[in-house]
């Protein structure tokens, strides 16, 4: 059975830097796509940035290009995205996102409906 397990998010101020983590079990995390979605409130969920297991495909949201980076602990099976120079408009449900098809990750913008695992989410607040 797939479990994705989230966490690391907090409420922090601006300008400061969060790392969130997602643990991978019943899955092979470095053989799929990993990609990260949030979710603000009152608005669609969407993706931020994903990963193929290799790191040979790497996909950064606009809004979060140049200050969000993500990262696979293969011998963890853990897939990370560590955020610098937060802003308020970061704030959301911070989602993981697993999935056997690898084509996911090469699709701009990424699409929910590739994904076939998802976590709980972890909540990231950032005041100004």
């Known amino acids: 059975q797939v479990h994705l397990v989230e966490s690391g998010g907090d409420s922090v101020q601006a300008g400061t830097s969060l790392k969130l983590s997602c643990t991978v079990s019943?899955?092979?995390?470095?053989?799929?796509?990993m990609a990260w979605f949030r979710q603000a409130p009152g608005k669609e969920r969407e993706g931020v940035a994903a990963?193929?297991?290799?790191?040979?495909?790497?996909y950064y949201g606009d809004s979060v290009k140049g200050h969000f980076t993500v990262s696979l602990d293969t011998a963890k099976n853990t897939f990370f995205v560590e955020m610098n120079d937060l802003k308020p408009d970061d704030t959301g449900m911070y989602y993981c996102?697993?999935?056997?098809?690898?084509?996911?990750?090469?699709?701009?913008?990424?699409?929910?409906?590739?994904?076939?695992?998802w976590g709980q989410g972890t909540q990231v607040t950032v005041a100004s």
């Open positions: 996102a697993a999935t056997w098809k690898n084509w996911a990750c090469w699709q701009k913008p990424l699409r929910l409906s590739e994904f076939t695992d």
């Open positions: 019943g899955y092979n995390a470095s053989t799929s796509c």
């Open positions: 990963l193929y297991g290799d790191s040979s495909k790497i």
